[in-house]
């Protein structure tokens, strides 16, 4: 398509000569905000799919891919239905526990609570914890009075392997002076780091037997949590195991319906952070137009003389095609690889500034998680590369267009 006589003359109009340096810098600016625009799209969609990603494994590391609730406030004949529902396919495990709020008291310090009862096998299947304890073990947990507790409570509330937490819960035994809450201390006997600071803050692990003592609840759990293969695709698991618990009064949630205000807002700030970042890619493609007609302004007795000297039109259009596109394919080269080498050292470029600058970027409580995560999908990587392609290529159309409708006669008429 583009022959050596356009590309000879395309490269000679990229190197600007002396009295020519406005057009050059031009096109540079169009070629760095090219670049930055596809850099900043890269990085930006890169950091939230891991964010999403990240704190979706979090999440469903902790709290399961379904759960199975009791149509009434228990689940009695857990066991069975536990046994049942691990033999779907597609399962991994089903772990019956007891979840219930609580207030949080040690010392000087109060803060609601969610406890969660499980068995000793159990939570050292839940890998989001038996790997990330930060302090003591699991071998003694199953005592009646053993707790595991996060390290964000553990901070708040001074609390180090062997002290001892309190929990109050509402629901007590009701007398003549109206209802007691129920109050008793725990020894804690671990300290865990699951990464999501909310989870750090208030989830607090018992034994089942002792969560069952504390809750009045005997022989009773309030849900039974599942494990799957594939949480993708978690809608045709969640259907076979409606089906093997046929004729049993409980219901089944999955994560997508538990947790679908919480991701489906992830999406939509997705859709739009990346609708947004496409305007400096636009914007850029404009400055292409500009420095563009700029060019084709001061080649036009140029553009005369090759005319006259049996260029075509159709070479003329190519020519400055050539000019537009290679601003065009030049930055967005520059933005991948700019956004690409951010992207795979993103949590060390992000310590190096708060070391300089002696600020915290990343709150972990604001932001859930405990690290700045990025996760390339190289799909969305070349939809970018594509589109500034494309912009570019349309945005040098109309300048090209112009320059291949220039009559030779009018424009040599004063020279």
Not at 61 to 77: A, F, H, K, P, Q
Not at 121 to 150: C, P, Q, Y
Not at 284 to 297: D, E, H, Q, R, Y
Request: glycine share 10%; charged share 15%; proline share 3%.
């Amino acid at each position: 398509m583009f022959g050596p006589f356009e590309r000879a003359v395309a490269g000679r109009y990229l190197h600007a000569r002396r009295g020519e340096r406005f057009v050059s810098v031009i096109a540079i600016f169009s070629l760095v905000g090219i670049a930055l625009g596809v850099a900043t799209l890269i990085i930006v969609m890169s950091v939230m799919n891991g964010f999403k990603a990240d704190l979706l494994g979090r999440i469903l590391g902790l709290n399961g891919d379904l759960s199975v609730y009791g149509v009434s406030r228990t689940i009695t004949d857990y066991d069975t239905l536990a046994g049942r529902i691990r033999k779907v396919a597609g399962v991994e495990a089903a772990n019956p526990l007891i979840e219930a709020q609580v207030l949080l008291n040690s010392g000087g310090y109060n803060a609601g609570g969610l406890v969660r009862g499980m068995t000793q096998d159990d939570l050292r299947g839940l890998k989001e914890i038996s790997n990330s304890l930060v302090a003591g073990s699991l071998d003694e947990f199953g005592s009646d009075d053993t707790i595991v507790v996060g390290t964000t409570l553990a901070e708040r509330a001074g609390l180090t392997v062997g002290a001892r937490l309190t929990l109050v819960s509402p629901n007590g035994a009701a007398t003549a002076f109206g209802t007691m809450p129920r109050v008793r201390a725990y020894r804690v006997i671990a300290i865990f780091d699951a990464g999501v600071n909310d989870y750090n803050a208030s989830y607090v692990f018992l034994p089942l037997h002792a969560a069952q003592v504390y809750f009045q609840m005997p022989h009773q759990v309030t849900q039974i949590q599942v494990m799957t293969r594939d949480a993708e695709n978690v809608g045709p698991i969640r259907t076979s195991i409606e089906q093997a618990l046929g004729g049993t009064p409980v219901r089944v949630m999955d994560w997508t319906q538990s947790n679908n205000a919480f991701f489906g807002a992830v999406q939509v700030e997705q859709n739009v952070m990346f609708l947004i970042l496409t305007l400096i890619i636009l914007v850029a493609a404009f400055n292409v137009i500009s420095s563009l007609i700029m060019m084709v302004k001061d080649k036009t007795a140029d553009i005369a003389v090759l005319r006259t000297i049996g260029a075509t039109r159709g070479a003329i259009m190519r020519i400055f095609l050539m000019c537009g596109a290679s601003v065009g394919v030049t930055g967005t080269i520059a933005g991948t690889v700019l956004g690409i080498v951010f992207c795979l050292n993103i949590e060390r470029i992000r310590q190096g500034l708060q070391k300089i600058t002696g600020t915290d970027l990343f709150n972990a409580e604001v932001y859930y998680l405990e690290h700045l995560p990025a996760k390339l999908v190289w799909s969305q990587v070349f939809e970018v590369i594509a589109m500034a392609l494309v912009l570019s290529l349309l945005a040098t159309l109309y300048p090209s267009w112009r320059a291949a409708r220039t009559d030779p006669v009018e424009a040599l008429r004063h020279e």
